[in-house]
């Protein structure tokens, strides 16, 4: 029986050599209780029912699979999207914080904290605190909390305390880190709902499996649209990498599409960065030779981050998926030639997969009369203002 690329990584946590689980000794009792938690709700049938349930009622699934007419005649390839930017709060980021939220009530947990860089994970724990009656705080980088401006009136709207970090670059690593300080302190009644496939185990297991929906539904989706086959190429942005891991888990195993994943140009870990620890896991990182973490930059705050999940960084020495990356004026195109041939702005980080697709429709990595599906993973509300501005600087 052959052995699943994207399945259960044991109680190490590990895939291959990347994960596991580097936390303060204070930490480990609560990561142990977690897996525990999700492990016996993920077995459990009423905690699917419930989940499930609340993502199409109250999340809006399935989301569905949109053909880009205009564009692919353009590129010469057949594109489609997977309309994540449809669902509730605007991004995939519902579909793991309802699962964190009702796996944090079930462990008797009220309070709820997150981290968040472009805001979208933030806003999404918000509305899962209203939804589930839980006190909230979204640790949030200074940097972000200025070219999200909006989001974090979303959040204060929808009842949680955002707390800025001036800290470091003051954007998500750092985030992360206040967030991790805090659930050290306050571990007895809260839970940390950490937004992407990164951190100690269970959480890249744990998110990716909450994520699942999006591959398998996309999957199934374009069977009917394909007449029973598989996108030639599956195409998602990562930087902690959760809608990629999100989309591939749907593919890696029960299709050959090739899969990719496309990283900022100046945070791209897959591509010059080093293996080595951060935020309780391991990984591959952009870090000096003397293990100093470098600052990550992109155009986009939800992908300004310097390292990647650790499954990623196995699914690409197992030679699984592909790890690009976008400069931000190849994301600026991306983002105005979307907007202008298909009517739908996608989100910053969304953009980055689409600038992939326009650079290398045509070539071997992407032949002309293929079929991509993109993970359009949030929308671009969030992001016009910042663009505008860019534009018109």
């Known amino acids: 029986m052959a052995v699943e690329i994207m399945g259960d990584p044991g109680p190490s946590g590990r895939f291959g050599q990347y994960g596991g689980r580097f936390v303060p000794e204070s930490l480990v009792p609560a990561c142990m209780e977690l897996e525990g938690a999700f492990r016996e709700a993920w077995a459990d049938p009423d905690f699917h029912t419930e989940f499930e349930g609340i993502l199409h009622h109250y999340g809006g699934r399935p989301t569905p699979v949109t053909e880009c007419a205009r564009l692919s005649a353009e590129l010469g390839v057949r594109v489609l999207l997977k309309r994540e930017d449809l669902a509730h709060t605007g991004s995939h980021k519902i579909n793991n914080v309802v699962g964190q939220g009702l796996l944090a009530r079930r462990m008797g947990k009220s309070r709820l904290i997150a981290e968040t860089g472009a805001g979208q994970h933030g806003v999404a724990t918000a509305t899962a605190a209203a939804l589930f009656g839980m006190e909230c705080v979204v640790y949030m980088g200074e940097v972000d909390t200025r070219r999200q401006e909006l989001n974090v009136f979303r959040m204060e709207l929808l009842g949680a305390t955002v707390r800025p970090v001036s800290s470091g670059s003051r ?27 990164m951190g100690p185990h269970p959480y890249p297991w744990m998110v990716r499996e ?18 029973g086959a ?6 998602a942005c990562a930087g902690g990498g959760s809608n990629a891991a999100g989309i591939f888990a749907g593919f890696a ?7 990719v994943a496309v990283e900022a ?9 080093i293996t080595g620890v951060l935020h309780g896991m391991r990984s591959a ?3 000096s030779e003397e293990g100093q973490i470098l600052e990550a930059h992109s155009i986009s705050a939800g992908l300004d981050y310097p390292g990647i999940g650790p499954e990623h960084a196995h699914l690409g020495e197992l030679g699984r998926a592909r790890y690009e990356s976008a400069t931000d004026q190849q994301v600026l195109e991306a983002f105005q030639r979307l907007a202008r041939t298909e009517g739908i702005i996608p989100a910053l980080e969304s ?15 992407l ?4 079929t991509v599906l993109v993970n359009l993973s949030g929308r671009g509300d969030k992001d016009v203002a910042q663009v505008r501005d860019v534009l018109r600087s």
Not at 351 to 365: E, R, Y
Not at 367 to 370: I, N
């Open 171 to 197: 954007t998500l690593k750092d985030a992360v880190n206040e967030a991790l300080r805090d659930w050290v302190a306050s571990v007895g009644d809260t839970h940390y709902c950490l937004g992407s496939v």
């Open 210 to 227: 909450f994520q699942r929906v999006i591959g398998e539904e996309s999957r199934e989706q374009c069977r009917r649209l394909l007449d």
């Open 230 to 235: 598989d996108p030639d190429t599956v195409v």
């Open 253 to 259: 195993d029960a299709t050959a599409s090739s899969l």
């Open 265 to 273: 140009a100046g945070g791209a870990a897959m591509t010059t960065g």
């Open 285 to 287: 990182l952009m870090q």
């Open 351 to 365: 953009a980055h997969a689409i600038a992939w697709v326009v650079a290398n429709a045509g070539s071997d990595a």
């Open 367 to 370: 032949p002309g009369g293929s």
